[in-house]
């Protein structure tokens, strides 16, 4: 499948703190075929309420300083697909509370980033069908 379709119409939420990165992974997904990116900088200040339904999830593993893990954990029960972009390395926390979620480390290509996303989205429609 061509990296254009791998994101096909998906709602995707992108939780980073840098702004240039921000901006350039929102166009990654949007080339990717994404409809919509609601980009998340402070979960402080996010709810459920304050965007709508997602699809999938890009999380950066500190937020302002803030760890994302609770929100992942969040995403896991909720049975929403996601996947870790950080600079910070795969601890055992990590590894052991979400296994087979993915870890794309900072620098990293936008065809690894949308491929391990959209491995994640895969994998959860073979669990759901």
Same mark, same amino acid.
Request: aromatic content about 6%.
């Given at each position: *499948?061509?990296?254009?379709?791998?994101?096909?119409?998906?709602?995707?939420?992108?939780?980073?703190? @840098?702004? =240039? +990165?921000? *901006?350039?992974?929102?166009?990654?997904? !949007?080339?990717?075929?994404?409809?919509? #990116?609601?980009? #998340? @900088?402070?979960?402080?200040?996010?709810?459920?309420?304050?965007?709508?339904?997602?699809?999938?999830?890009?999380? $950066?593993? *500190? =937020?302002?300083? #803030?760890?994302?893990?609770?929100?992942?954990?969040?995403?896991? !029960?909720?049975? +929403?697909?996601?996947?870790?972009?950080?600079?910070?390395? *795969?601890? $055992?926390? +990590?590894?052991? $509370?979400?296994?087979? #979620?993915?870890?794309?480390?900072?620098?990293?290509?936008? !065809?690894?980033?949308?491929?391990?996303?959209?491995?994640?989205? @895969?994998?959860?429609? $073979? !669990?759901?069908?």
């Amino acid at each position: *499948m061509a990296l254009s379709a791998l994101l096909d119409g998906l709602h995707i939420l992108l939780l980073e703190d @840098e702004y =240039l +990165i921000a *901006m350039d992974v929102e166009q990654i997904c !949007r080339d990717a075929g994404a409809s919509d #990116v609601t980009i #998340v @900088e402070n979960l402080a200040t996010f709810t459920a309420d304050d965007s709508p339904k997602f699809d999938a999830a890009i999380l $950066d593993l *500190m =937020l302002k300083g #803030v760890s994302t893990l609770p929100f992942a954990a969040q995403l896991h !029960r909720d049975g +929403i697909p996601f996947v870790f972009a950080s600079g910070h390395g *795969m601890n $055992d926390e +990590i590894t052991r $509370d979400f296994p087979g #979620v993915a870890l794309v480390e900072k620098p990293y290509s936008g !065809r690894d980033l949308v491929a391990a996303l959209a491995a994640s989205y @895969e994998k959860l429609g $073979d !669990r759901t069908a």
